[in-house]
């Protein structure tokens, strides 16, 4: 069974940059896709980012387009999220999960995953 984790939020000033991983045991991440998403403060689980590892694919939020790089370490079974020129919308826990018959060509809904790792908080202020 695939365990995910994630890691590596914490504060930073508007501006600033942070890196998150979303390290897997249990399985290989190769035939996975990879979702991140986010959740703000009284609001919904919202999909960010989105790679499939099998042909590096990958897709993008609106909001954060050109700051936000998703990447894929197979020998560490993670993927990452370089999140740059944060901005105090993008606060909130960040979750990632996984599935084998997705790609990245459509945003996913939070509803259709029921296996949840505990996310990791970014938070941005000044």
């Known amino acids: 069974q695939l365990l995910l984790w994630e890691s590596g939020g914490g504060l930073v000033q508007p501006g600033g940059s942070l890196r998150l991983a979303c390290a897997a045991s249990?399985?290989?991440?190769?035939?996975?896709?990879v979702f991140w998403f986010r959740q703000a403060s009284g609001k919904g689980r919202e999909e960010v980012s989105c790679?499939?590892?099998?042909?590096?694919?990958?897709s993008y939020a609106d909001s954060v387009k050109g700051r936000f790089t998703v990447s894929g370490d197979n020998p560490r079974n993670t993927v990452t999220l370089h999140m740059t020129g944060l901005k105090p919308e993008d606060e909130g826990l960040y979750y990632c999960?996984?599935?084998?018959?997705?790609?990245?060509?459509?945003?996913?809904?939070?509803?259709?995953?029921?296996?949840w790792g505990g996310g990791t908080q970014v938070a941005v202020s000044s």
């Open positions: 999960a996984a599935d084998k018959g997705l790609s990245c060509s459509h945003l996913v809904p939070s509803t259709y995953f029921d296996n």
């Open positions: 249990g399985e290989a991440l190769d035939d996975y896709t």
């Open positions: 790679l499939r590892l099998a042909d590096g694919s990958r």
